[in-house]
């Protein structure tokens, strides 16, 4: 199983242990430790279940105090509220500044580690994991802890509603080739210590990632068109309203 099916496999269970009120508001989780064990999984995937359920809005972390259930009925809407558009372009500023960052912090082992996910890509070894790997390893190589925990619960922000989820499956499934021609292009900035063209290509990169949403969404809403044309057509068709006696 991916690291990523096996990481919503755990947020999906944590949630519906809370959902189920086996973990009640107001009441602290298992330490990360009991959760790995009790799951069989590695620390770090528990860490990343946590941040998904923390931007879901279920838990709140606590610094020194514990990861805690938050009282759904208390939570505000706005994640159901949010649309692909907006994360993408929150994601877009954010890692544009991230990737101006890097280019004078990544590491020569950062940036091997950085073409192996390129590699992965082109030779379709779980792209949806490379493609994550490839933007976490250019946080991580800020050594800045805000941006490093922003660009995780941004890409967290991508799994919070179905719709996000169905607008970003129409367009990350499709444009590979695309994708690695971008990824490549800020991997070179990056290798160039050229924070300005860091930032240049994440933007462009980005942009045709959002030009493509649109594409997407104009795609689906004229199919639903059609759809409803086709239903109206039957419905008032003479054909099915006087049909042949046998």
């Given at each position: 199983?991916s690291?990523r ?27 990360e ?24 809005g279920?838990v709140?972390v ?19 509220e949010m ?8 994601r ?9 960052i890097?280019a004078?912090?990544i ?6 580690k ?6 992965d890509?082109?030779?379709g ?8 790997r ?15 925990l922003?660009?995780e619960?941004?890409w ?7 719709d996000?989820?169905e ?18 292009a ?7 210590s050229d924070?300005?063209?860091a ?6 990169h ?17 199919e639903?068109?059609?759809?409803k ?15 042949p006696?046998?």
């Amino acid at each position: 199983m991916s690291n990523r099916r096996l990481f919503w496999q755990i947020v999906d269970k944590i949630e519906a242990a809370i959902n189920s009120g086996e973990y009640s508001p107001g009441g602290r989780l298992p330490p990360e430790r009991e959760l790995a064990e009790s799951f069989n999984v590695s620390r770090p995937t528990i860490r990343e279940a946590i941040i998904a359920l923390e931007v879901r809005g279920k838990v709140e972390v606590k610094t020194g105090s514990g990861v805690y259930v938050i009282d759904c009925s208390n939570v505000n809407k706005k994640h159901k509220e949010m649309n692909a558009f907006e994360v993408t372009q929150a994601r877009a500023l954010v890692e544009g500044e991230v990737a101006a960052i890097s280019a004078t912090h990544i590491t020569e082992d950062e940036l091997a580690k950085l073409h192996q996910t390129l590699t992965d890509m082109e030779q379709g070894r779980d792209i949806e994991e490379a493609d994550k790997r490839f933007h976490q390893i250019i946080a991580d190589s800020t050594k800045n802890k805000a941006m490093i925990l922003s660009v995780e619960n941004l890409w967290a922000l991508r799994n919070t509603s179905p719709d996000i989820i169905e607008d970003y499956n129409s367009v990350c499934s499709s444009d590979n080739d695309k994708t690695i021609e971008e990824h490549k292009a800020i991997y070179d900035a990056l290798k160039s210590s050229d924070s300005s063209n860091a930032r240049k290509a994440m933007h462009r990169h980005f942009n045709r990632l959002i030009n493509t949403l649109f594409d997407a969404v104009e795609s689906k809403a004229l199919e639903e068109i059609r759809r409803k044309s086709s239903e109206k057509r039957d419905q008032y068709s003479i054909e099915n309203l006087v049909k042949p006696v046998n």
